[in-house]
């Protein structure tokens, strides 16, 4: 659905060249939630204005829908525009107008009449729950109702897709969580493909299907989320995702855990993708004669399921420890035994 | 006792003068907000990382509007007696004194404008374009309405500036209050007209001021 073919942009200073973004290259599918992470200055912010051309590139194309808008004349790129929300990480609200006539604003651009546009303002009003808060100034709104308030105008041209620009990262962490959940329902219920970019991992394992990671001004890793998380390989991949699942520093502890247990062995589950940790250890605790123990974990919900793992102690007769192992294994669930007792 | 207090003051003149008073601020402000937006948007639209960024254009204008402001008032209106004579048909009198008046404070009000519309968020002039907005939406929807508290008291601050400028205006004649009180008061050595005429124009001042306050408190909705 979107195509980026090695794009670059590069400032001058006084100095030097800033090449902000390197010749990068991504393909995003329809539908889907997209996130790109990187530190401040990655190139992130420059990427996502490149998409809808708020600064143009220095080379590289951007397709959308077979559209080139790398190509497009001044009128064209206008009109383009009118299909690709987007959303701002300071909500850029005008104060002068009230929540309906915010959202309204793109639909004047768009030359809608008056009728028309009042009907889309109430439905996208409903869509984002601001009703009652219709004739509000934002100054009288909340963070995050602003942002509500910003999605609905970015969805108010029905666009094929919407750009998020760190739009959770002025809010707190529990608006950001009500904003996400927000932002997937309109992601399921409306099939919008969205672009999101952030410098918080835990934004992309709630929402996001696959992840770029830019550094540098390129992406250094991408892949389905799941997968970036269960394998990080690059440094900074792993510093994101110590973000959200903690310091991975547990060789030591490992160590600690071990000498407590003279019997059993103690194992490793790694968690990817669609299982609950509760039912297979209480499955397994029913149906086999063991002993579990559950000495330490993280497990953490992505979008496409939980991640993580958990160190658990298991003791029992021989054979029933064995098939209890068994039916551990044949669980989507990796195992690794880390240490044997006897 | 008021004949006693004031014994040269003529009712009937002074209303007169101050209606011409009124007369020329009110006009002259009409013209002066006009150009004095169409200054400060060039001056702002052509200015560094403006969506018309023209730095030769930027130049001319900003040159023309520190001339205008820099040569006094007095001065200005000797300067402009051609231009006031093609355009008006006479040097003399209210009319005469409104293309001096105007050509005087739009250059000031402009750069007020300016000020103004930099004080706009960058952000969300960003959003209208995101969302494909014209450059002619951009202005008249998102630059003027967003600024407009302080294009308000900017043009309040530029209105009592008038008012004193009308009273300089009476050297060619314009009339109003600055004009009466400088002949009838002044030459003739009636102090009581020139104080009735300086506490008139004070009030004048005060509604100008209580008027430009209110609609700027009533417009701000940040």
New interface residues.
């Given amino acids: 659905m979107i195509k980026i073919n090695s794009l670059s942009k590069l400032f001058h200073t006084k100095s030097n060249l800033i090449s902000a973004v390197d010749d990068l290259s991504l393909e995003i599918e329809k539908g889907e939630i997209f996130g790109v992470i990187g530190y401040s200055g990655a190139g992130k912010s420059t990427f996502i204005r490149l998409i ?1 051309r ?1 600064e143009n590139p220095t080379s590289g194309q951007v397709v959308i829908d077979g559209e080139d808008i790398t190509s497009l004349s001044k009128n064209k ?6 299909n ?1 929300g ?1 959303i ?1 990480q ?1 909500f ?6 009230t929540v309906r006539e915010n959202i309204a ?2 639909l ?3 030359g809608i009449s008056k009728q028309e546009r009042m009907a889309r303002v109430d439905e996208l009003i409903g869509l984002v729950g601001l009703s009652g808060r219709e004739d509000a ?3 009288e709104l909340s963070g995050g109702q602003k942002q509500r308030v910003g999605i609905a ?1 970015a969805l108010a ?1 029905d666009p094929k897709v919407l ?1 998020c620009d760190e739009a959770t990262s002025a809010l707190d962490p529990e608006t950001t969580d009500s904003i996400l959940k927000l932002l997937i329902d309109i992601n399921e219920k409306l099939g919008l493909t969205i672009i999101l970019i952030t410098h918080e991992m835990h934004v992309i394992r709630k929402i996001c299907h696959r992840v770029a990671v830019m550094e540098a001004g390129k992406v250094v890793e991408q892949g389905d989320v799941l997968d970036v998380f269960s394998h990080p390989i690059m440094p900074v991949t792993k510093k994101f995702v110590e973000q959200v699942m903690g310091d991975n520093n547990q060789e030591d502890s490992l160590e600690w855990l071990t000498t407590g247990y003279k019997n059993g062995d103690i194992i490793k589950l790694h968690f990817v993708g669609e299982t609950t940790s509760q039912a297979l250890i209480s499955q397994v605790a029913k149906q086999f004669d063991v002993d579990i123990n559950i000495l330490q974990g993280k497990i953490t919900q992505t979008q496409k399921g939980a991640y993580g793992s958990l160190i658990v102690h298991i003791d029992g007769v021989s054979d029933e420890k064995e098939s209890a192992l068994a039916y551990i294994k044949s669980a989507p669930v990796e195992v690794e035994v880390v240490h044997h007792a006897n | 006792m008021l004949i006693e207090l004031f014994p040269n003051v003529v009712i009937s003149e002074l209303w007169q003068a101050t209606l011409e008073t009124f007369y020329m601020t009110i006009i002259a402000l009409i013209g002066t907000f006009i150009l004095g937006i169409l200054l400060g948007l060039l001056l702002y639209l052509t200015s560094r990382g403006g969506i018309w960024e023209n730095k030769v254009l930027n130049l001319i204008i900003a040159s023309t509007v520190n001339i205008f402001r820099a040569i006094p008032f007095i001065i200005l209106i000797l300067l402009l007696f051609p231009f006031t004579d093609f355009l008006i048909g006479t040097i003399r009198g209210s009319n005469a004194a409104l293309p001096a008046l105007i050509i005087g404070s739009a250059p000031f009000y402009g750069r007020l404008v300016e000020i103004a519309l930099r004080e706009v ?1 960058k ?2 002039i ?9 450059t002619s ?1 951009i202005v008249l ?2 630059l003027i ?2 600024s ?1 508290p302080a294009l308000v008291s900017g043009i309040t601050v530029t209105a009592i500036a008038l008012i004193g400028y009308t009273a300089v205006a009476g050297v060619i004649g314009a009339g109003g209050l600055g004009d009466f009180a400088y002949y009838y008061g002044f030459q003739r050595r009636a102090s009581d007209v020139v104080f009735v005429c300086t506490v008139l124009i004070v009030i004048i001042v005060f509604i100008f001021q209580f008027i430009g306050d209110t609609i700027t408190n009533k ?1 701000d ?2």
Avoid: C
Wanted: net charge positive; aromatic share 8%.
């Fill in positions: 809808n708020l790129l206008r009109l383009s525009r009118q690709i987007m701002f300071h850029n609200l005008l104060w002068s107008r604003f793109p004047e651009i768009a100034y934002p100054s105008r041209n750009l | 968020d952000g969300v960003e959003a209208a374009k995101a969302m494909g907005a014209k939406t929807r998102v309405p967003e407009m417009l909705k940040r």
